[in-house]
């Protein structure tokens, strides 16, 4: 079989086509924020609970070592910021700056265009089966 009729390698293809639209889509929208930053900020700005540390570890699959300077760097350019717990003083809560949340607006009426593309490729019935098949996978690799 053809390596270009492997499942690896269209993922690959298309990870690297998603990549390449959505950084056009920061680069116009948001030149302030990596992709990375955009996915924290989109997890803060949606959160129902305080978020720490270990939960964007957590989210995102990430080392405690990458979480660290990826929040250090947010931190810096003012798009979060880090409170004390009252019940450990050891845990620090993650919340949207005023900037930071200004930003996720802006990053998702990009980033929702690129979707917009994707799904426009696909019949409903299509875009259910897709999402189903792409669960699967991650379940897979997962375990």
């Given at each position: 079989?053809?390596?270009?009729?492997?499942?690896?390698?269209?993922?690959?293809?298309?990870?690297?086509?998603?990549?390449?639209?959505?950084?056009?889509?920061?680069?116009?929208?948001?030149?302030?924020?990596?992709?990375?930053?955009?996915?924290?900020?989109?997890?803060?700005?949606?959160?129902?609970?305080?978020?720490?540390?270990?939960?964007?570890?957590?989210?995102?699959?990430?080392?405690r070592a990458t979480a660290s300077g990826i929040l250090s760097l947010m931190e810096r350019k003012g798009l979060i910021q880090r409170s004390s717990v009252s019940h450990d003083a050891r845990l620090k809560k993650l919340e949207l700056t005023p900037k930071g949340r200004e930003l996720h607006e802006r990053h998702m009426a990009g980033l929702q265009q690129v979707e917009c593309m994707v799904e426009q490729a696909l019949t409903p019935p299509e875009l259910d089966t897709f999402l189903i098949l792409a669960d699967k996978i991650r379940q897979a690799l997962e375990q």
């Amino acid at each position: 079989m053809d390596h270009k009729d492997r499942v690896l390698y269209r993922l690959k293809m298309i990870d690297n086509l998603v990549h390449k639209h959505m950084d056009r889509q920061i680069r116009n929208n948001t030149p302030e924020l990596t992709m990375m930053h955009g996915w924290v900020i989109g997890f803060l700005y949606r959160a129902k609970r305080d978020i720490f540390q270990r939960d964007v570890e957590k989210e995102f699959r990430i080392n405690r070592a990458t979480a660290s300077g990826i929040l250090s760097l947010m931190e810096r350019k003012g798009l979060i910021q880090r409170s004390s717990v009252s019940h450990d003083a050891r845990l620090k809560k993650l919340e949207l700056t005023p900037k930071g949340r200004e930003l996720h607006e802006r990053h998702m009426a990009g980033l929702q265009q690129v979707e917009c593309m994707v799904e426009q490729a696909l019949t409903p019935p299509e875009l259910d089966t897709f999402l189903i098949l792409a669960d699967k996978i991650r379940q897979a690799l997962e375990q």
